[in-house]
């Protein structure tokens, strides 16, 4: 390992403490994540299938913009 790999571990590390705190104080704020148009959910008697597909893209584009926007400055 070197610094830089440490450096990039500090920043993954704050990032997670981050979301946890927004999720912590807002998690009723984000009710609608995860219940978007195009959410796959099959409710049935013994069985429960839940698949997020908008919440993923969603979630993949916003993460890619801030990795790009961060990638520019560092």
């Not at 429960?48 to 993923?56: D, E, L, Q």
């Amino acid at each position: 390992m070197n610094p830089q790999t440490g450096k990039w571990i500090i920043v993954a590390g704050v990032i997670i403490v981050i979301i946890g705190v927004l999720v912590y104080f807002f998690y009723n704020k984000l009710n609608w994540l995860g219940k978007l148009p195009g959410d796959i959910r099959i409710e049935r008697e013994n069985f429960r299938f839940y698949f997020p597909v908008v919440t993923m893209v969603i979630i993949s584009i916003v993460l890619t913009i801030l990795i790009n926007i961060f990638k520019k400055f560092f």
